[in-house]
């Protein structure tokens, strides 16, 4: 059965440094999601992706948050500058064209130091 | 805009006996309703879903929940509890074009032996 990957599982990084979360959707499916979810809390979204662009995103998605799709099967979420408060587990997902259920990935623990 | 309540943050139960999972939503949309579970250090799998066509919905593992517009429910139901069943619940709405994805703020569901 097809899934979402996410790598790498777990990453330790200092503050101020950049970092490329990377996640591989299930191949025919169009649109792309990066979510987070800070320890003992809610799960947050943060964007959606669709056509190469930016379809919604939230008021946690600022400048310090970009995302692509650099070759057609990847789909990174870089943070510029990572601050303690980034510290989570970030999760990504997918979904096909005529369903709007989401697929998710395992997720990648960030952990900001 | 959407929004998801999730009205108990604990649900303790024993084994063998129903669980009711409390989910109330607003949506300006005919909006898309999901089940997900997360059990400890894993990712977020579908337990069901709604998307306009019939109101009470089946989902994996025994489970199914009512949408009710008139309440603006959709709580989730099991007949008989496992302890395997024991995990964080999350209700989730999804916008207009899906784009936008609102999780609940979760409900932590204890199974007693």
């Known amino acids: 059965e097809p899934e979402v990957t996410q790598t790498p599982s777990h990453q330790v990084t200092q503050m101020g440094q950049e970092v490329i979360l990377r996640c591989v959707p299930i191949?025919?499916?169009?649109?792309f999601y990066w979510y987070r979810q800070i320890l003992g809390q809610k799960v947050e979204f943060l964007v959606s992706f669709y056509n190469n662009e930016i379809s919604e995103k939230s008021e946690i998605f600022d400048d310090q948050f970009s995302v692509e799709r650099p070759d057609g099967s990847n789909f990174t979420l870089k943070i510029r500058s990572t601050k303690l408060e980034d510290s989570a587990m970030y999760f990504c997902?997918?979904?096909?064209?005529?369903?709007?259920?989401?697929?998710f990935g395992p997720g990648t623990r960030l952990t900001v130091t | 805009a959407q929004s998801v309540t999730q009205l108990d943050s604990h649900v303790s139960v024993s084994e063998g006996t129903p669980v009711l999972l409390r989910c109330n939503y607003s949506?300006?949309?005919?909006?898309?309703l999901f089940w997900y579970v997360q059990h400890p250090n894993k990712g977020l799998q579908l337990l069901l879903k709604?998307?306009?066509?019939?109101?009470l919905v089946k989902g994996i593992n025994g489970f199914e929940a009512e949408f009710k517009k008139s309440e603006t429910s959709f709580h989730l139901t099991k007949p008989s509890a496992h302890m395997s069943d024991a995990a964080e619940y999350f209700c989730?709405?999804?916008?207009?074009?899906?784009?936008?994805?609102?999780f609940g703020a979760g409900t932590r569901l204890f199974v007693k032996a």
């Open positions: 997902a997918s979904r096909g064209g005529f369903s709007y259920e989401q697929y």
């Open positions: 709604y998307t306009s066509a019939a109101t």
């Open positions: 989730v709405v999804s916008g207009l074009g899906g784009f936008k994805t609102i």
């Open positions: 191949s025919n499916h169009l649109y």
């Open positions: 949506s300006s949309y005919s909006p898309s």
